[in-house]
Each structure stands twice: as C-alpha cells, then as structure tokens.
C-alpha cells in the first residue's frame, strides 16, 4: 500500500480487520523501520508494538520480567469495555510463575503428544463426520457447518459435556472471545455480553463439577473437578475460570484456522494439488496453515523492571504486544515469508507462542487440522467462493466468520 508511515499506521482499529484482514503491509514497515515501536493513538493506551520473532522469543521466555497480567490484549478504548483489573477470568493466561506452573500441571499431562495422539482414532471420526454432513448439498457456509464445530466437538467430548449442549458452549464461547463483534454480541454493552455470558458458563461449569465430584469419570472435567494446586483444592472462581478457558481458547483459534487454510488452498491451487496428490503432506500441511493464519493475533505483556529491547528503553510498567501473525512472516527466519507452502520445513512460527504460555492446546489444534484437512482432500473437489467471506470484528483473535463455498464431493474411499 503506497504512503504509509509509522506515525499514521493502524494496527489496532478491529473495523479495519473486517475491511482488510491483516494488517501485513503495516507489520512489515514496522518488522523494517522500528520493531520495537512505541505505538501511541487516541484511542488506545500507549504500547510497544512487538513484531520481530526474535523479540517475541525474548520477551516471552522472560516471564519475571514480563509478566502476563489481567489485560490480556492490547485494544482500542471503546466505551463499556472493561478495565484492566476487572477480570473477567483467573485462568493460566493472566497467572505467573510460579502459580502458573502449579495450574497448568492439573490438566497438562492430558495435552502430551502421547495424549493426544491416543485421541486421533476419535479426531478422525469427528471430521469425517463434518464432511459427509455437508456431501449431499452443493454449497455450504464453510464456517458454521465445518470449521466451527470441530474444535468444540472435539474439546466438549474431551470434558465428557453431552452433544445436546455443544451448541451452547459454541454460543458463550462465541460471546466471550469475539466480544466485540456486534454478530456476536449480546445486546447491551460489550461489557454487559461478556458478563451475561460468562455467568452462564460458571452455571453450567458449577452443575458439572458437581457431578463429577460425586461420579467421576475418565474425563478432563473429573480431572479439573478433583484437580489440586500445591495440595489444596482449586478454589471455585479459579476452578470454572479453568472450565472456561479450555472450552474458549480452542474454539476461534482452532475453527480459525481451518477456514484461514482453506481459504489459502482455494488461493493457491497448486498447493491444493500438492496436497490431495499426496496425502504424507497433511503434517507440514497443518503446520503451514497455522503460520499461514496465526489466528491470535497479539498478547500483552507488562515490563516489571526498566529494561531494554533491541536498543528501545522499555520503562517499568510499559505495556507491550506480541504480534505473533508478523513474527511469522519475518523474513529473517522464513524463506520466501508471503508463500503458502504446504511442504514447508522446517517451519519455527509462532502461533502458538512460545515459553512459559505456549500454547497448551497446540497438539491438540495440530491434530485436529490434520484430520480435518486430510478428510477435505480426500473427499473435496472444486471448491470455491459462493459469495463473500466476512472477516471479524477482532484485533485480538482473527479471522473469517462466514465463508460460503460451492463444491463438487468424491465418493468415500472404501
Ligand atoms: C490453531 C489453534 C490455536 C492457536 C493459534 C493457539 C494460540 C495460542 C497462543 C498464542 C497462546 C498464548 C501464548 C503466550 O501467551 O505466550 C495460547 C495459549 C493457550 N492455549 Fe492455545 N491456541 C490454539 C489452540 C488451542 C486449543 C485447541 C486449546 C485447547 C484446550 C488451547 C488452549 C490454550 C491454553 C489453555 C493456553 C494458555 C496456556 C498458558 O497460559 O499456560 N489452544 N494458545
């Protein structure tokens, strides 16, 4: 885009996220000119802007002195947001060590690679499921019917909730992360959705934990239920916090990301050949989308101590942004940055973060992009737009919130 400069960038405004996805122009500048900038707009409280992978690897492995607070994401001043310290959650993402660690250990050995891979039979079944639920027609919103519902089905079966409330996860989780999307909203302020829909998962969370406590089962409900921090059991707001969070932090990311892939394997037809030619593929594959897409898009940190960074002053209290989505096409550590490459290897992005927060779920969200992706190739041919895609109303969490396509279905293999 010609004439941009660092004083007049926008990276922060979500109404420019709908309108042009990404901003990757504006990262690149920065990633150039000044990678760790301070980014200071009316309408928001100033920041670094983080956008060099090196400097997020940085940051994130020092957890002492940046600390993960109750402001989880840098956002534009919009009125009934809420202020920092009025925490919505307490969950592993605004902890820090060593409480963290204490946290994270209840329900961590249950998102190994040898954990998960034992879930793949079931992945698997799921997304092949979702295929075949859309073979008898010509056209669907690939979102609402396929992207959306694997992360939730997938993680509600892990909790052990039964199908009939997978659409009501879907819906709070919905108003909880995409807060400020008016499709998503709940009437009233943005404030008053965000509340309305979490006391509504505390309810349902306190039900089963009840449950679980007098019946428990192999599930990670029964595990978050009986699970204990240094001996002593969770404490209730901590402990549905906890619920919330696993049920919310896959479902954007990972639906995300399935549509974000599919919209570049539809941009990128010979990739798409690559694929369906050979199936082995589907690893780097999966890899390659969760670069591509990196649907977080930034979280904050806040220094404790003045420091400094690439030679910029960071003072004590500075907030700063980790834009994972620039990190990942810097073109200091990837070659060729702007191709969508399904051979891609090595491939060291960092969607998922990286250090003391990387991401918890990031096994699971592998598996389940490999499953999905090898079920739309074996089965999917000409798929393309049926209409326009509409893009979120996020500069925390993005990406495509409908996507109509029209396609042709292959026989299922024997
Ligand atoms: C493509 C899909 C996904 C992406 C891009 C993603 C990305 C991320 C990122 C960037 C972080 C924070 C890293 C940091 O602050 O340093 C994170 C943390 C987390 N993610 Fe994911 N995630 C995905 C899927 C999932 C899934 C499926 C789950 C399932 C439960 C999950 C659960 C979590 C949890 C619990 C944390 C907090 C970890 C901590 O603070 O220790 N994520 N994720």
Known sequence: MAGLTLDTIDILTPDLYVERGY???????????????????DNCDPFWAITKHADIITVSRQPGLFRSTQRLFVAINEPGVPPPEEALLRQLLNMNPPEH??????????????????????????????????ADREQCDFVTDVSAKLPLAVISEMFGIPRSDWEMMFRLSNAMIGATDPEYMRGGTIMEGLQQARMEFFE??????????????????????????????????????????????????????????????????????????????????????IRWTSPVIQFMRVATADTELRGQKIREGDALALYYPSANRDEEVFEEPFKFDVRRHPNYHLAFGIGEHYCLGANLARLELQMIFREIAARMDCVELA????????????????????????????
């Open 23 to 41: 901003p990757h122009e504006e990262w690149a500048l920065l990633r150039r000119e000044a990678p760790v900038y301070w980014y200071q707009r």
């Open 101 to 134: 660690g204490a946290y994270r250990a209840v329900v961590s050995r249950r998102f190994t690679p040898a954990a998960v891979s034992k879930l793949a039979g079931h992945v698997q079944e799921i997304a092949a499921q979702l295929i075949e639920g859309i």
């Open 204 to 289: 349902y969370f306190s039900q089963l934990v009840a449950d679980r406590r007098k019946n428990p089962r192999d599930d990670l409900a029964t595990a978050l239920a009986l699970g204990r921090v240094n001996g002593e059991e969770i404490p209730p707001f901590e402990l549905l916090s906890y619920f919330a969070l696993l049920i919310i932090a896959g479902n954007e990311t990972t639906r995300n990301a399935t549509t974000g892939g599919l919209y570049a394997l539809m941009n990128n037809p010979d990739q798409w050949e690559k694929l369906k030619r050979d199936p082995s593929l589907n690893r780097t594959a999966a890899e390659e989308i």
């Open 387 to 414: 209409g326009p895609i509409s893009r979120m109303r996020s500069s925390f969490v993005g990406g495509i919130k409908h996507m109509p396509i029209r396609y042709k279905m292959r026989p299922k293999a024997a």
